[in-house]
C-alpha cells in the first residue's frame, strides 16, 4: 500500500497541534503542556503518541469529555505527598503544574509521591518522569485508563492498558528512562496496525468471540491481554491499584462505564513516586548505576531502554518529522475549523 506522507520541523508540529487543540475548545495553557509531550514523542520517534494522538484529544474536547480549560489544583497534603486535582482536565498540564511541589518533597526528604485524580492521560509516560531524574532523582509512573484488558486467564476487560515508566539519572548523559503498557502490546500500537492494514503478533488480544486473534480491528472491538500472562496481570492489577485506588481517581472500569463515545481515558488517575538517592547515605548511587550498565552492555545484544529514542533524538531535528498525509490533513482541517 503506498503511504504518502508530509513532511514538517518539529515546531511545525507543536503549532499545528496547538491551534487543532484550541479549535477543540482547549485554552492556550492546556493546548501548550499537551502539544509539548506531542512535540518530544514525535522528536523521539514515538510515533503512537505523537501527532497520532491529536485527533483523539480533539474529538474529547469538543464532547466535552474532558475540560479543555481545567486549572490543576494542586494540594500540600502532607510532607511526603502532593496532589493533584486535574479538573477532567488532560494530563500534561495537571503534571507540569504538580512537578516542581514533587522534587521539592524529594529533595528535602528523601522520597515523595505525586497523586493525580481526574486527568485524562492519552499520552507516553516517559516524558512525566525524564525531569524527575534530569533533576537527579530515582522516579516511577504508575497510570491507569478505561477497560481494555483482561485479567490473565480472563475475557473480560477489567484493566485499563495501564502503563508504568522508570527514569534513574546519569552523570554527562540524558538518564535512563523507559516505559511500557502492562498489556502485551499499547492499544496506540494496535490502532496504528488497524489504521495501516497490517495483522498484529499472536498473544496481544482476544476478539469479541474470546477467541485469539491477530486482527487488530477485532481485538479493538474484543479484549487486550496482559504481557507475560499471570505476571503481567498482576503487574496490571498493581498498577490499576496505585494509579487510581491510591489516589482516589476513578478506576479503569469506572471511566469505562463513564465513557460518552468519545476521546480515550478521563478521570483516570496517576501515582508518581520520586526518590533522592543521595539521601540514603550512599555517595556512590550514580556510579554503581553504571558499573551495572557496563556490565549489562558488556553482552552482545543488550541495549538499555530508551536508547532508540535518544538516538531518535538527535537524528529527527535534522531530518525532520514525517506524518501520513491523511492524519495530517485531518489535524489541520480541525485547526481549521473542520
Ligand atoms: P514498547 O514495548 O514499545 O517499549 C517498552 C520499553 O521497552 C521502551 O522503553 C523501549 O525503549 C524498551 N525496549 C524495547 N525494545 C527493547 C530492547 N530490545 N531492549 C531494551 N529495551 C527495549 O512499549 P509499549 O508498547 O508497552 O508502550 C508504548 C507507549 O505507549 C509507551 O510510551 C507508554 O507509556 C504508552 N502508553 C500510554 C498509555 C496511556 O494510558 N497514556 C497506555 C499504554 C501505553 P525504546 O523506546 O528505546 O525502544
Redesign the pocket.
Known sequence: MTQFTVHSTLDAIFDLTVGALMASGANRENAEAVAEVVWKAERDG?L??GIFRVPGYCDALKANAVNGSAAPKVIDQAPGIVRVDAENGLAPLAMKIGRPALIEKAKSQGIATLGIANSA??????PDVEPLADAGLVAMNF?N?RAFVAAAGGKRAVF??N?M?FAVPRPGKPPMV????S?A?????IMLAARDGHTVPEGLGLGPDGQPTTDPAAILKGVQLPFGGYKGGAIAMMVEILAACVTGADTSLEGEAAYTGHGG?SAAGNLVIAIDPSKFGNDRFLERVETMFESMLADEGV???????LVNRKQTPESGVHTDKALYDKVVAIRDGG
Open positions: 514515538c503512537s503518541h492521560h492519552f499520552a507516553a509516560l516517559w497510570v485508563s485499563g492498558t502503563p515508566a523507559f516505559d511500557q503498557a498489556s502490546s499499547a492499544r496506540g500500537e481515558p541495549r538499555l531502554p530508551g536508547d532508540r529514542r
